[in-house]
């Protein structure tokens, strides 16, 4: 086990490859990511093959409900390598684990990955075979390989686990817990107690650098991070600022520190080295500090450029109140900046969750994506990534393991009553520009409302993993549209103004409208258009581009989550001065224009092509 950054050991992984002692030869890039689509998983809440979830009560299976369940279920590393073969059936060209380096042992809410103490090391929990865990990702991730899937691990710079307490002075009020994990803000450190290999507080051990012959359970490794200095230590975050301090028990590291980004940057170039990693999810994105998000995305591009990975994905998450403008400062770089550099290649796309999810749900008119659409044009219109343009490799996602609710809502008085929201929205998000990300179980129906906890079930002690469920089958229909249609990968995107009547025309901005859109690469035009009502059916003339359809050309539908739907009319063409268009960008216009007249069920969604 390395202890240090430099030991033989580890820097041996740098200069050969691990089986054949030759030049490393990593698994190689995909051309462009977004040839693939992400399903996202929690490592230990996705399977285990050999026993029930701790949680459970035999016997097993049987269904059940684990999001009340704060502690490790038992999912582990060999158990997704047990079923490859079902996420890459269902469609998806990557996947997402969540965090897997070790976390600090007996500490059973950091199930989720996120407590971090061994940057160079996987936990022993995610493992079928506690003493071979480092192994077993590798293997896991050499399995995907031969499959054609792509592995992405999310990772941690922000914080670590709990690993010391905070000492609360003599008659001092602002101390959280009698444990010290957690303390209100000071603006300046604060005393803090190491803890052990049990999760004790040690009184003599104020300072990490004279902890002599320490446990490899105990503090935080390796080695050149053990450093009192590294660690804010000035409790939860303050008033003023709140991207400075710990989040809840999870100590916050200096990360404008030069030096301790470089070791930083080191670990995690050595887990791309050792477990042959395609890309990084990067949690906390907006946290980091000093330019790190621009030297850590260039640092392990660059790292991966010189060991055969020549497009090595980064992506971050950067959620606030004011999504748009913090992205556009986190991801690439500004064309009016002097660097050479370019840093983390896209995000999360949360402002696309935000109003996607609300137009799907009938909560918001579709004008509220468009206005969003239109907002970052003007936010990120001087952002390059190393793809070029950032925006379209955004990471899409309708729901995830931090957001509280799924994306499949069930009434108990009509459970099936909103199904077809999950699929409408799925096809829209996969139409869209960006790489889309599944969050494990959607494909099996999970759902969940209330908390982090109920969104986090044990899929293998719940529904399972059947190919013949209606979402697994309907997912794969959809994948496969975006896989057999270039333009939905890589097209030109455009909004399209709709029209009952067909004399007016402008994007809806009714609740429970309906919403148009076009994808576009060289002669090709792919509509996609999605009723979100949930019980009345529309008809309306959906704009297409004029020089690609002519007046009888008949499209065909790629895809509907409707068992018969009913096929859109052919392009028929209104003459200038006929009709009214307020387009997406403010401007009006009087035609010609082409249209097809189209006809949705209530949450019906329409792929149309030719």
């Not at 060209?93 to 940057?119: E, R």
């Not at 409790?235 to 710990?246: H, M």
């Not at 670990?267 to 395609?278: E, G, L, N, P, T």
């Not at 509280?404 to 009509?414: F, G, H, L, P, T």
């Amino acid at each position: 086990m390395s202890t240090s950054l430099y030991a033989p050991d580890f820097l041996a992984i740098f200069s050969r490859h691990r089986d054949t002692g030759g030049p490393l030869q990593a698994f190689a890039s995909p051309p462009d990511w977004r040839d693939q689509w992400i399903y996202f998983l929690m490592v230990d809440r996705f399977n285990n093959s050999l026993a029930p979830p701790r949680s459970f009560s035999l016997p097993f299976p049987l269904p059940f409900d684990s999001s009340t369940y704060n502690d490790f279920q038992g999912g582990n590393l060999a158990s997704i390598q047990d079923q490859l073969p079902y996420i890459k059936q269902l469609g998806a060209g990557a996947i997402w684990l969540s965090p897997v380096l070790k976390n600090c042992p007996l500490q059973p809410g950091t199930y989720h990955g996120y407590g971090i103490h061994d940057f160079l090391h996987v936990d022993s929990r995610f493992a079928r075979d506690p003493n071979n865990a480092d192994n077993e990702l590798r293997t896991l991730v050499d399995a995907a390989h031969k499959l054609g899937l792509y592995v992405i691990l999310d990772i941690v710079l922000n914080h670590v686990g709990d690993v010391f307490a905070y000492i609360c002075d003599s008659g001092e009020t602002d101390c959280i817990n009698s444990q010290g994990s957690q303390a209100d803000f000071r603006a300046s450190a604060r005393s803090i107690q190491w803890r052990d290999a049990q999760g004790n507080a040690q009184a003599n051990w104020p300072d990490i650098a004279n902890i002599s012959n320490p446990s490899p359970d105990a503090l935080v490794w390796p080695t050149e991070l053990q450093k009192n200095d590294w660690f804010r230590r000035q409790g939860t975050p303050g008033p003023d600022d709140d991207t400075v301090g710990d989040f809840d028990s999870l100590k916050q590291f200096r990360s404008d520190l030069t030096t301790l980004q470089q070791f930083l940057i080191r670990s995690y170039q050595y887990v791309i080295a050792r477990f042959d990693i395609d890309g990084f999810r990067i949690d906390t994105l907006r946290y980091l500090k000093n330019g790190l998000p621009l030297l850590f995305g260039n640092s392990v591009r660059e790292f991966a450029l010189s060991i055969g990975k020549k497009n090595f994905f980064t992506f971050g998450e950067v959620l606030s109140g004011n999504d748009e403008q913090e992205i556009a400062s986190f991801i690439g770089r500004t064309t009016t900046e002097g660097t050479d550099m370019v840093g983390v290649d896209a995000a999360l796309d949360y402002p696309l969750y935000f109003d996607l999810k609300p137009v799907v749900k009938g909560f918001a008119p579709p004008s509220e994506l468009v206005g969003m659409y239109e907002f970052r044009k003007q936010v990120e219109a001087d952002v390059l990534s190393s793809h070029g343009d950032a925006t379209r490799y955004f990471v899409t996602f309708l729901d995830n393991h931090d957001m509280k609710e799924r994306i499949r809502y069930v009434d108990s008085a009509n459970p099936t009553q909103y199904d077809d929201q999950v699929t409408l929205g799925l096809a829209c998000l996969f139409s869209l520009p960006g790489i889309p990300c599944l969050y494990y179980g959607t494909e099996q129906g999970l759902h969940g409302v209330g908390s982090d906890l109920a969104v986090r079930e044990a899929l293998w002690g719940g529904p399972g993993f059947g190919q013949n469920v209606a979402y697994y089958q309907q997912i794969s229909q959809i994948a496969a549209v975006r896989r057999e249609n270039p333009a939905l990968r890589y097209g030109r995107f455009y909004f399209r103004p709709i029209s009952g009547d067909g004399r007016q025309f402008g994007v809806s901005t009714f609740l429970n409208g309906t919403l148009a859109f076009s994808r576009i690469l060289m002669d090709q035009e792919i509509v996609i258009v999605a009723n979100t009502d949930t019980v009345n059916p529309c008809t309306v003339y959906v704009i297409v581009d004029i020089t690609l359809n002519n007046p009888g050309d008949q499209p065909r539908i790629l895809y509907s989550n409707k068992q018969q739907p009913q096929a859109p009319s052919a392009v028929e063409q209104f003459a200038g001065g006929a009709v009214w268009v307020q387009e997406t960008d403010g401007t009006t216009g009087t035609g010609p224009l082409n249209c097809i007249h189209v006809t949705l069920a209530p949450l019906e969604v329409q792929v149309l092509g030719r």
